[in-house]
């Protein structure tokens, strides 16, 4: 069993930043992808980002190539997600995933541990 904590949500404005962490426990993630899904209101949960823990391999949606930035730090055993330049269609609950192989993938059935969620919003 995986279990992953996020933080670093908020309230900012418009062209404003922030960075969403994702911690794992239980156990060791490193032949695990781990990815960043947002769900707004009264729309379908989408992808946003994934990165691979071993090779650091990344893929990102469309809409936020460009903008946002996903890594992660060995030693803290923590997963980021950099936001810049947020927009107000941002504004979603955003949640962490994990799935063991190192393909990033961008289904989220393709996923098997989630997160609680921490929430976004980006005022205009």
């Known amino acids: 069993q995986v279990q992953l904590a996020e933080s670093g949500g908020g309230l900012v404005q418009t062209g404003g930043s922030l960075r969403l962490s994702c911690a794992p426990s239980?156990?060791?993630?490193?032949?695990?992808?781990m990815g960043w899904f947002r769900q707004a209101p009264g729309k379908e949960r989408e992808f946003v980002a994934a990165i691979s823990w071993s090779v650091g391999r990344t893929n990102y949606a469309d809409s936020v190539k460009g903008r946002f930035t996903i890594s992660r730090d060995n030693g803290k055993n923590t997963v980021y997600l950099q936001m810049n330049s947020l927009k107000p269609e941002d504004t979603a609950r955003y949640y962490c995933?994990?799935?063991?192989?190192?393909?990033?993938?961008?289904?989220?059935?393709?996923?098997?541990?989630w997160g609680q969620g921490t929430q976004v919003t980006v005022s205009s």
């Open positions: 995933a994990a799935r063991r192989g190192n393909t990033p993938a961008s289904l989220g059935t393709d996923y098997t541990y």
């Open positions: 239980g156990r060791t993630v490193s032949d695990y992808t």
